[in-house]
């Protein structure tokens, strides 16, 4: 897998933002991040039951994509994405897979009921990405609370961690 990431929107998704995240990502990861034309529609990831989208059903699609244009890829949404056991995900990834996807529903300060932060949207997109790139590096969760690796349950703990890659992590790069 050559070193190239397509950022895919997964519903509408503000532009702005995906070419925010895409220049951001470019750097800290070392990737090519290209912007997508191509736009994925979440409608049968919904589970009528729980009012969200299945991060599961949107990965194979996700990862068909990648394979089809030898780059990795990451889905940037708008809706609410959970994955098996949890209530919720900021995003998901396969362990050394092709694609991952992030949302940014709780990643907005106004989910908590404040004002829109377009700022610490980014911040937090971005941080979210690259610890979900991190997973398909094959980087497992990290006990460093700066590193990027590390777990977060909550918004606020994202906003705690760094951007980076601790250097353990970083060593374990394939
Ligand atoms: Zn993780
Ligand atoms: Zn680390």
Do not use: W
């Amino acid at each position: 897998m050559v070193g190239r990431l397509n950022v895919i929107p997964i519903g509408p998704v503000p532009p702005g933002l995906l070419d925010s995240l895409a220049a951001s990502l470019s750097e800290l990861l070392a990737l090519q991040c290209m912007l997508s034309d191509i736009c994925v529609d979440p409608a049968a990831a919904y589970d009528i039951s729980r009012g969200q989208y299945d991060s599961h059903l949107l990965l194979p699609h996700l990862e068909d994509l990648a394979r089809a244009n030898n780059a990795r890829v990451l889905g940037v949404t708008e809706v609410d994405i959970f994955s098996s056991v949890f209530t919720f995900v900021f995003g998901v990834a396969r362990l050394n897979g092709v694609a991952a996807v992030i949302s940014l529903h709780r990643l907005r300060t106004s989910f908590y009921g404040l004002p829109e932060d377009a700022e610490l949207l980014v911040t937090r997109a971005q941080r979210e990405a690259a610890h979900e790139i991190g997973h398909l590096f094959g980087f497992t969760h990290c006990p460093d609370r700066n590193c990027v690796m590390s777990f977060s349950s909550a918004a606020e703990e994202i906003d705690l961690k760094s951007d980076r890659f601790c250097a353990l992590c970083q060593s374990q790069k394939n």
